[in-house]
């Protein structure tokens, strides 16, 4: 019964490809987010969505696209990925105060 | 400005004992939270305990303590009794208009700590 949960949690893909990290939350919570974390750990948000609605958007490249279908899912797509496009992504989701987070898909592009 | 500060090298600590991770903030909002979260080596990142601004007493979950001072703005994480399993990376976050839709986390950079047998 994990609360959030993402996958793949590992996915190697060459440059140029496209890809899509799905995440499910189960807690009922309205707010799903998007974290990246670099190759030197650090956290940093890219998206937020509130009952599907997008709230925040930190100047991601338009390379990558979040859908939430609905209040459960935020889905991150990545188009023609690049070398610094590897990192770990951790979805989240919050209803109160805290954040709970996925267990993270550790992206590789080669 | 950095709005979230952890300036400790890796910290080590023997089993059994109490240790103190530091976190100093920055943030013009009077109403914020105060997060710490652990990050094991399998990568996961586990939320531990949080302090709202206006709450006036330390937050303690279990083993964890919040240490918040307020005019200091910092959120220190003492962790008593350590494990050998609390051999993690431990991240102090912040959010501001910490009940809006639009607010976010904001992490520090993290700090290692390894528990000794």
């Known amino acids: 019964d994990t609360a959030v949960s993402q996958t793949p949690k590992y996915l190697v893909t060459q440059m140029g490809n496209d890809k899509s990290i799905k995440c499910e939350q189960n807690?009922?919570?309205?707010?799903m987010y998007w974290y990246k974390q670099d190759s030197k750990k650090f956290l940093k948000i890219m998206f937020s969505y509130n009952n599907k609605e997008l709230i925040i958007n930190e100047t991601v490249p338009n390379r990558f696209s979040p859908k939430s279908p609905d209040k459960a899912h935020l889905n991150l797509h990545i188009n023609s990925l690049e070398l610094g496009d590897s990192a770990v992504y951790f979805c989240?989701?919050?209803?109160?105060?805290?954040?709970?987070f996925g267990q993270g898909t550790r992206l590789t592009v080669v | 400005a950095q709005k979230i500060t952890q300036t400790q090298p890796g910290m080590f600590v023997q089993e059994k004992e109490a240790v103190t991770l530091d976190c100093t903030y920055d943030t013009s909002d009077q109403s914020y939270g105060l997060f710490w979260y652990k990050q094991p080596s399998s990568g996961e990142m586990i939320f531990l305990i949080y302090q709202g601004s206006y709450d006036e007493q330390n937050a303690t979950e279990g083993r964890y303590s919040l240490n918040f001072q307020k005019a200091r703005k910092s959120a220190n994480l003492v962790i008593s009794a350590s494990q050998l399993g609390d051999s993690a990376m431990y991240f102090c976050a912040m959010r501001e208009r910490w009940t809006g839709a639009n607010s976010k986390l904001t992490f520090g950079k993290g700090i290692t700590l390894s528990v000794r047998p």
């Open positions: 807690l009922g919570h309205d707010t």
């Open positions: 989240a989701s919050r209803k109160g105060p805290v954040a709970f």
